[in-house]
């Protein structure tokens, strides 16, 4: 799902060459299913009809801070109002140097000032303009009020120098207007996610552990921080730095992740269980380290079971929306569909693994299953994995929720 989808987007022309590139700007940005309205100055209409991008918009296209019969329909300050977005492309350095300076001398500008959207520019100058000191001061003006300038990129100009100043291409904005743009579909709840191994000690420098990662649960955290929840992690020992914005408990045993779970269930509203926990753990943990003993050719470990922390939470806190994961060697559908019931989860995400496949690795595929449904996620970064993932499991959730 697209993060610009639904966004009330304004994009503004200014007088440029790169003008013919706002026609294909403004047919991707509907693609995305964006609400999309236009703005143009007197001289961008001199490169690009308005006609052009009505036809593409299907909405009237603004040009005018004086005409009563667009004021009529749509005002200059209901138009900066309405915005989430305003990009503007191209952005010619006049209209930047108006911008950094907080002019309002045409309808463009006038709605820039008026509005508390976000604002992105996208340049497109002659080369020899981008580089002079005022034109680069006045960008850095920009960054210091927030404004986010998109390129511009290094080639073959118009005029037939060469150097920086071209615009970007529409799909080139595209992508980073969906990079900046957060998605919502989380927003207003809290996600508790277990990740990486357990380490069960044996003695002060040994344990039991897996070849758990903790890179899925990491990534599910990073997504779901960035689709609007607010998220806890309660991680294993992992070699990955902590999630900028996230809350991250670290733990060794899976008893100090049963803890630290009870603690934060009660008021989170989804549970995810990447964890690889250690299903054993020694019966004894010896307080000094065993020694080799040169009188014995074997060692014995009597090992006892540990709690299973997905089913013991997902039973004593049944408000829970709950995602496990089941990693699995063989009969991947049927182990997971049956730990789907026994654990009562609401979903459960399918891994294969061994055989270089899922732990320690940057890419996974996953089968997810829920009551009634299955879906296949193919091999794939597990960022993209984790977003994706989340996506379905936020339509459910919202679902389940507005059943009650
Ligand atoms: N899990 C858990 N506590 C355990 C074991 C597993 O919370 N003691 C969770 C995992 O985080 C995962 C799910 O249960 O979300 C399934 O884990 P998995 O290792 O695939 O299965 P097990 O339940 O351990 O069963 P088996 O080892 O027999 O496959």
């Known amino acids: ?34 609400e999309v309205r236009v703005c143009m100055t007197q001289s961008a209409t001199e490169f690009i009809s308005p006609l052009t991008l009505q036809a593409l918009s299907t909405k009237p296209v603004h040009t005018d801070l004086f005409d009563h019969e667009a004021e009529a329909a749509m005002g200059h300050i209901e138009l900066a109002k309405w915005a989430d977005i305003i990009i503007i492309a191209p952005a010619t350095a006049n209209t930047i140097a108006k911008i950094a300076h907080g002019f309002a001398d045409n309808l463009l500008t006038t709605i820039i000032l008026a509005s508390h959207a976000k604002l992105y520019i996208a340049p497109a100058m002659n080369q020899n303009m981008w580089q002079q000191p005022q034109t680069q001061q006045n960008i850095q003006q920009l960054a210091s009020l927030n404004i986010k300038t ?157 709690p299973d922390i997905l089913a013991t939470i997902s039973h004593d806190f049944p408000h829970l929306f709950t995602l496990g994961f089941a990693a699995e060697t063989e009969q991947l559908i049927t182990s997971a569909k049956k730990k789907l019931k026994s654990k009562k989860l609401d979903m459960i995400a399918a891994n294969q693994v061994g055989d270089n496949l899922g732990f320690e690795k940057n890419d996974n595929a996953i089968e997810l299953i829920w009551h009634d449904g299955q879906i296949s996620l193919p091999m794939m970064d597990k960022q993209n994995l984790a977003f994706k993932l989340l996506s379905l499991l936020a339509k459910h959730y919202r679902n389940c929720n507005a059943a009650y």
Not at 201 to 230: C, E, F, H, T
Request: hydrophobic residues 40%.
């Open 1 to 34: 799902m697209s993060n610009i989808k639904n966004k009330k987007i304004l994009l503004g022309i200014t007088g440029g060459i790169a003008g013919y590139k706002s026609a294909e700007l403004c047919r991707l940005l509907i693609k995305q299913q964006a």
């Open 150 to 306: 998109l390129g511009p990129a290094h080639g073959i100009q118009a005029c037939g120098d060469t150097g920086m100043g071209r615009m970007l291409e529409a799909r080139e904005i595209i992508a980073e207007l969906a990079k900046n743009t957060p998605q919502t579909l989380l927003t207003n709840t809290t996600i508790l996610i277990t990740a990486g191994p357990t380490q069960e000690a044996l003695d002060p420098v040994r344990y039991l552990s897996n070849r758990s990662s903790g890179k899925m649960g990491y990534a599910i955290a990073k997504a779901a921080l960035q689709m609007g929840a607010k998220v806890r992690l309660i991680s294993g020992p992992v070699n990955l730095p902590e999630p900028i914005g996230v809350e991250t408990i670290k733990i060794q045993s899976a008893q100090q992740l049963l803890t630290s779970c009870q603690q934060y269930a009660g008021d989170s509203d989804i549970f995810i269980a990447t964890a690889a926990v250690a299903d054993f753990r020694p019966i004894v943990q010896s307080q000094q380290k065993i020694k080799k003993q040169d009188d014995r050719d074997k060692l014995t470990i009597e090992l006892t079971k540990n």
